[in-house]
């Protein structure tokens, strides 16, 4: 048996009913220079006995005598691994069959690059089916890492040198090893980049909460910390702290007011207040849309009622943001509706946006710039037709909420987003016409230079081409 080129590592903890999945997805892999190292952390099911029903020789399974978490069960993983190559997969998200092709392709073409990431679907909760394609930005660095989760563990691949480096995942910090470890790789200097392709499933379990958001809090706290004091730490990531603490705090505090666990989700919400008061300023205010978002996560759960109850527990002194209640409510159904639409559920988008035109839902220019990133995320995943179909199936849903003018602001928007892929892409000659389709629904982008720009750029570059080939001739 040859040395493998990659290793897939997968910790599993209590998940016999996902890893089978799992692994299944990794031996479906177009690409077949791989190994499997699934490393049980003292699981109390079957996780192991599913393991071992697999008799392909790539199939590996290490078991810890007991449980050392899951930063301990990635190293152990890592370094029983032969690859030069590392991919994470979590026990309970599984891979597209084109997942290890895409990554080896471009690390074998890239050898400046030491992680690669991609897109992928997030599914909806105890479901298969998808919710939506969260796409990361096609350049991440620092700041990006220290803002937020640019790309999840399975959506990673990297160098295993890289990995050897950095001193893998560091056990001490907790649960923010998710912080900590590709921190740790920028600083050291490697290079990230994207896969702009949708290449894995990402699972969402309904009901199950998260355990000691307190800790959470002091574990990314304390990794963040140990960032901004690392000397290579350079002065554009020092000066986001506040910020970068924020973006988790929003995330705690949305978890507690969920979890009803008021105390903590109070003192969070001040301690927000405290560093960026903003975030509470506004009509609707950047923590509501926040928590607009996190309460439509779940298809399955009513997310008036867990806005109520979210609104409920704030301090006594920030009762009025509760006057927001109506806007969030009525925001949420426009998320509901308009993701069920794209995703193949029409009746359930349109029971969805009745709601949302019973309760007078604004559709405005951040709604609409919304559902095009939606859009356009679905182009990356299944082409401009696919995309195209779509947006006309939502346009006509909208309609029924926001009349016809909210169809056509939706068409313009795409079509103006898809004008700007275009010309980055150098294909200057589908410009105009897209430009001008956009135009038609929503006549105001005569007046953006930007739109301008790129069709005067446009026609200029095609009539230089054109020349030169009459030249040539």
Request: glycine share 4%; net charge neutral; aromatic share 8%.
């Amino acid at each position: 048996m040859r040395r493998p080129l990659v290793s897939v590592v997968i910790p599993a903890y209590h998940q016999a009913e996902f890893v089978g999945e799992a692994i299944r997805s990794v031996l479906a892999q177009t690409y077949p220079n791989f190994e499997i190292i699934v490393v049980d952390d003292a699981s109390l099911d079957h996780t192991a006995e599913v393991v071992s029903q697999f008799k392909d020789r790539r199939v590996k399974l290490i078991v810890h005598p007991e449980n050392r978490r899951l930063s301990a069960a990635r190293n152990t993983g890592i370094e029983a691994s032969a690859g030069e190559i590392i991919a994470l997969l979590d026990a309970d998200d599984f891979f597209h069959p084109h997942k290890l092709k895409a990554h080896v392709d471009f690390l074998l073409n890239h050898e400046e690059v030491g992680v690669t990431y991609n897109a992928r679907f997030e599914l909806n909760h105890s479901s298969r089916t998808v919710r939506e394609i969260w796409r990361p930005p096609l350049a991440v660095n620092l700041v990006d890492l220290l803002l937020g989760f640019p790309f999840a563990p399975s959506d990673m691949v990297m160098r295993r040198d890289w990995a050897l480096q950095v001193g893998l995942f560091d056990p001490a910090m907790g649960s923010a090893e998710d912080t900590d470890f590709p921190c740790r790789l920028a600083l050291a200097g490697c290079k990230f980049a994207s896969v702009d392709q949708v290449l894995n499933y990402r699972r969402y379990h309904s009901g199950r909460g998260r355990k000691n958001l307190a800790q959470r809090l002091r574990d990314v706290a304390r990794a963040q910390e140990a960032i901004f004091a690392d000397p290579r730490c350079p002065a554009e990531a020092i000066a986001i702290q506040d910020t970068a603490i924020k973006h988790h705090l929003m995330v705690i505090v949305s978890l507690a007011l969920l979890q009803e666990e008021t105390e903590l989700a109070q003192a969070s919400i001040c301690n927000l207040a405290r560093i960026d008061f903003s975030t509470l300023e506004g009509n609707p205010c950047e923590l509501m849309g926040f928590l607009m978002m996190e309460s439509v996560a779940d298809e399955n759960l009513d997310h008036e009622i867990l806005l109520r109850r979210m609104l409920s527990q704030f301090p006594l002194e920030m009762t009025w943001l509760a006057a927001q209640y109506d806007w969030a409510v009525a925001r949420g159904y426009l998320w509901r509706g308009a993701r069920a639409v794209i995703w193949d559920r029409p009746d359930v988008g349109q029971r969805h946006l009745m709601r949302a035109a019973e309760l007078h839902a604004e559709i405005d220019e951040l709604f609409i710039q919304f559902l095009t990133h939606h859009l356009i995320n679905c182009e990356v995943a299944f082409g401009s037709a696919a995309a195209y179909s779509r947006m006309n199936a939502l346009a006509v849903q909208l309609a029924t909420v926001g009349g016809r003018a909210a169809a056509q602001r939706l068409r313009s928007s795409y079509s103006v987003n898809r004008a700007f892929q275009k010309y980055q892409a150098g294909e200057h000659r589908q410009v105009p016409k897209i430009v001008l389709q956009s135009l038609a629904n929503h006549p105001a982008y005569l007046i953006n230079r930007g739109v301008l720009s790129i069709l005067l750029r446009s026609i200029a570059c095609t009539v230089r081409q054109s020349f030169e080939r009459h030249s040539v001739v």
